[in-house]
């Protein structure tokens, strides 16, 4: 199935592309998505994943939800999915 990633801050500067649209299989979660980033920038080590759980330092979005409103990490996806992936946004 296809995903579309939309990356933005330090995730997009870590993996050098503003979108990439990524082949996985039937019953991917967000998890392994974002392992699977870890692993293919490894400054990303640590940064999306905190124990198999969403680290803190990130909001994923799919189709513009934000995931922890379904499963959180353990959110399946489907073919045709937005994954959008950035820092929490701070400040005042």
Known sequence: MEIE???FATVREAVGERTKTC???SGTTVRDVL???EAAHPTL?????DGGKLSRSI???RNG???THFE???????D???LSITPPVTGG
């Open 65 to 67: 939800t934000n995931v």
């Open 72 to 78: 959180g990490a353990a959110t399946e996806l489907r």
């Open 23 to 25: 082949e996985f299989a």
């Open 80 to 82: 045709g999915d937005r």
């Open 5 to 7: 990633l939309r990356l």
């Open 45 to 49: 080590a640590d940064r999306l994943l």
């Open 35 to 37: 392992s699977a980033m």
């Open 59 to 61: 909001t994923v979005l």
